[in-house]
């Protein structure tokens, strides 16, 4: 199956839907899409985290050094 006809049954089979369908539709797309927004903001901390925990030791282990 290619990208688009799978795209083409998605479009279809919301046509198809009752307004209370379509709400449940929308709220599991918003549900999606603040999760991975959380997910980004989780994984940007962390990879800032961990550069100042790099340069935390780096710095530790360069005075120690001397």
């Not at 307004?19 to 918003?30: D, F, P």
């Not at 999760?35 to 985290?49: G, M, V």
């Amino acid at each position: 199956m290619t990208i688009n006809y799978q795209r083409l049954q998605i479009l279809e089979s919301l046509g198809t839907l009752d307004s209370n369908q379509s709400q449940k539709v929308l709220e599991y797309i918003k549900g999606l899409s603040v999760r991975k927004s959380d997910e980004a903001t989780y994984s940007r901390f962390k990879r800032e985290a961990m550069k100042e925990i790099r340069s935390a030791l780096t710095k530790d282990h360069l005075r120690s050094s001397f």
